[in-house]
């Protein structure tokens, strides 16, 4: 008996372990068969002429091409092949419709999206294309959909296989411009201006009266950094705590970056050195993609020798440099969205008030197809004037708004049609300061902190961006709507927006922080991210007046918070009958100040 169970359970094993192996092997040629194809020869309908993609020991591909058309061709071709599935997915956030391939997950981000309306903005830019950026990025979509219609499906990616869509009757749509245009309104999003602390200081005002506002939600330091030195009674009412649930992509908080350029009279070698790290939401695989635009030859007829890192879904290199210049970029974040309550006319729910007069609302039917359903999900998307109506959206029942479920309209540069596109094109093939500011007056949404080094020796800085003037308030709180007291009456001309070249100081740095001071003639936001970062890297810039690169490299890696240094002397003092709270104290108390991953302290 006992023989014939050992024999059984050897069987057993045998059998499972051949199982495994089995399942492993079909594991490593499921992955395996998704690999692009990165040697030999492809025939590719459309190309004007030979192209050349070299991949370097680190997977980066550079493009050499003879002219734009193929240049742009060949990298929406290498952006398909490495990241389809991301270009999926990134347009169907875009667009609203994740519920297709989601179902009821992808719901609540649909409604958003459809309500906010970013596909129908993309699509009147796409309506407004100049010639050039329009054929970019129809030669973009060319590779995009020679990669899609030179590929067996089951070979798009492994995350189709993981979502159950090969061997359905799922099929990638072919890439359009239009796909292009609205990733670029995601983005704007994520690096958006202050629409959920406007809710947020309503929110407080309202529980804990106005003065509370200035407490819980501080403004700027006036001791901390700027990065360019310059010489009405808000409506406010409750809102929901629904209101500040997340939606499906995600607040955009607990993001940021840094930046900063140094003059050749404080390096090492005596030329610039420009630093850039951009604090984007933490995604797999990356938001960036790497790559180099080579013309062969660089001329008039092709003017690209440019190498960065590029988003997938978008032709051209956002961050990086030329032949001639270098460039990075820090999210600015101007104010660019007001909250404007409306009221609504007690006969005629599509009406609302316009300096005492009703004027309709603009409805557009929506239709959200969702995985699994037989039926559309029907989303009704009114806007007034001043933008798209987002309490649907934001949460919370009609009981909860305790000021009558009066509609919130939004109004966002980034829903206005703009020129984002042209201004990469232009950036990319500069070829000095004025050009690089030329490329950036087209620079719109999102409104950017762009630092800039030449191979002459220069450093500069320029924010550029559509950024509105109002007629009274400071856009902090949500406004009346009904009359016109609160317009937008224009926005910031270029040429007034913040800018530096050569400063006497031989760097410029920013991390988010105040870019100018309260004086500044135009109000670009009251919502500053805190100068502790830009603080950090002026200190150790200034520390050093030869710096390296490999210094410049130690100071990206510098994991000293310098807000530490103003809360811990308060903590210090404390004690606690608590345990766990005295445990806490004392790892503050043992803490060195660095902000390394194996300490406790960092981590209380």
């Known amino acids: ?262 003059s050749g009279s404080r390096t090492e070698s005596g030329m610039p050195i420009l630093a850039n790290d951009p604090h984007l939401g933490i995604q797999m695989p990356s938001i960036w993609y790497e790559v180099g635009l080579h013309c062969e030859p660089v001329g008039r007829d092709c003017p690209y020798e440019v190498f960065g890192s590029s988003f997938p879904g978008v032709p051209g290199v956002i961050i990086g440099h030329n032949d001639r210049i270098a460039w990075g970029m820090t999210n600015l974040g101007p104010d660019v969205q007001d909250l404007f309550i409306e009221r609504v006319n007690p006969q005629n729910p599509h009406q609302y008030e316009v300096d005492g007069e009703w004027v309709d609302m603009d409805i557009i ?97 320029q924010a550029p961006g559509r950024i509105p003037i109002r007629r009274l308030g400071d856009g902090t709180q949500p406004v009346p709507g009904w009359n016109s007291e609160y317009e937008w009456v224009d926005y910031i001309p270029y040429d007034s927006l913040p800018r530096a070249f050569n400063p006497p100081e031989g760097y410029i740095v920013t991390a988010n922080n105040a870019v100018v001071r309260p004086d500044f003639p135009f109000l670009l936001t009251r919502d500053w991210d805190p100068g502790y970062r830009a603080q950090r890297i002026i200190e150790l810039i200034e520390a050093d007046p030869s710096l390296s690169v490999a210094d410049v490299q130690a100071i990206q890696a510098d994991s000293t918070p310098v807000w530490a240094r103003m809360v811990l002397p308060y903590l210090a003092p404390l004690s606690s009958e608590n345990a766990r709270v005295a445990e806490a104290l004392d790892l503050l108390r043992a803490w060195d100040g660095q902000a390394v991953r194996d300490s406790a302290g960092a981590a209380v």
């Open 365 to 461: 039917r929506e239709e959200i197809r969702v995985a699994g359903q037989d039926e559309p999900v029907v989303v009704f998307a009114r806007s007034t004037r001043h933008g798209p109506i987002i309490n649907d959206i934001v949460g919370g029942e009609e009981e909860e708004w305790s000021y009558g479920w009066e509609p919130l309209a939004l109004s966002w540069t980034a829903l206005q049609p703009g020129t984002i596109n042209r201004a990469i094109f232009l950036l990319d093939r500069a070829q000095n300061w004025d050009q690089f500011r030329e490329a950036l007056s087209y620079w719109d949404v999102p409104s950017q902190n762009f630092v800039y080094a030449d191979v002459d020796g220069n450093i500069g800085y």
């Open 1 to 262: 008996m006992y023989r014939r169970r050992r024999r059984g359970l050897l069987v057993f094993i045998i059998v499972l372990v051949v199982v495994i192996l089995a399942a492993a092997g079909l594991g490593v040629v499921v992955v395996r068969r998704q690999f692009p194809q990165t040697e030999g020869t492809l025939n590719l309908p459309g190309l004007q002429a030979p192209v050349e993609i070299y991949r370097d020991q680190l997977g980066i591909p550079h493009i050499y091409a003879s002219n734009p058309h193929d240049l742009f061709m060949a990298q929406g071709f290498v952006h398909a092949q490495d990241r389809f599935w991301q270009m999926e997915f990134s347009r169907r956030i875009g667009s609203g419709r994740l519920a297709e391939v989601l179902g009821e997950a992808g719901l609540d981000s649909d409604r958003f999206i459809r309500t906010i309306g970013w596909a129908r903005t993309a699509a009147e830019e796409v309506e407004r294309l100049d010639a050039e950026t329009r054929g970019i990025l129809e030669a973009y979509a060319e590779g995009v959909n020679a990669y899609l219609t030179t590929t067996d499906q089951s070979r798009l990616g492994l995350e189709f296989v993981m979502f159950g869509l090969i061997g359905t009757d799922f099929t990638p749509e072919p890439w359009t411009p239009l796909n292009t245009l609205t990733w670029g309104k995601v983005m704007a999003w994520n690096l958006r201006g202050n629409m959920d602390k406007e809710l947020l200081r309503a929110y407080i005002a309202a529980r804990a009266g106005t003065a509370a506002v200035a407490q819980l939600v501080p403004g700027y330091r006036g001791d901390y950094p700027v990065i360019v030195p310059h010489p009405s009674q808000a409506t406010l009412d409750a809102v929901p705590d629904a209101a500040f649930a997340p939606f499906f992509l995600g607040s955009g908080s607990d993001i940021g970056s840094n930046n900063w350029v140094i």
